[in-house]
């Protein structure tokens, strides 16, 4: 097993329709609105650009996105990672059945931040815990975003 290799796999589920979701989730430069460890996101390039991120342990990641696939009506953005991390990451976003989201992550990446390399063994659990929470704050705070606005005055 390379300590170095880490595959994620999660699923949120959404009350909001999928093309919301799927609007939201393409908005990359959007995520820092709600997405509490998404510090900011600087456009490089048409289909490029970064995302600083900072979650509960106390490093930063500077995280290049490139985009690879974006088909609304199969619901899949796909993105080549690169910088502090490399590989790839993807989104998967389907209706229900029930009016609401079902919206699948995946990742298959390896840290490049040296650091991070270094600490791959004795920080493994750490560095997955922090994942989770991350991702469990990510899909809260997704979750609340396109939740429904009451209408003023009502």
């Known amino acids: 097993m390379d300590p170095n290799h880490y595959r ?12 919301a979701v799927y609007a939201a989730l393409a908005d990359v430069a959007g995520y820092p609105r709600w997405w509490p460890e998404i ?10 650009g970064e995302v600083l991120v900072r979650a509960l342990l106390p490093y ?24 502090d991390l490399t590989g790839w990451s993807r989104w998967t976003v389907t209706g229900d059945g029930a009016g609401g989201t079902r919206a699948l992550f995946e990742e ?9 390399r270094r600490l791959a063994l004795p920080a493994r659990p750490l560095f997955r815990a922090n994942h989770a929470v991350m991702m469990r704050r990510g899909r809260r705070g997704l979750a609340a975003h396109l939740a429904p606005r009451p209408a003023p005055g009502g």
Not at 8 to 19: E, Y
Not at 108 to 116: G, M
Request: glycine share 10%.
């Open 39 to 48: 510090r900011a996101v600087r456009q490089t390039g048409p289909d490029r």
């Open 60 to 83: 930063r990641l500077v995280i290049g996105l490139t985009a690879v696939r974006q088909d609304p009506a199969a619901g899949v953005l796909e993105a080549a990672l690169h910088g």
């Open 108 to 116: 298959d990446t390896r840290p490049a931040k040296p650091l991070l």
């Open 8 to 19: 994620f796999r999660g699923v949120w589920h959404l009350a909001a329709p999928p093309a």
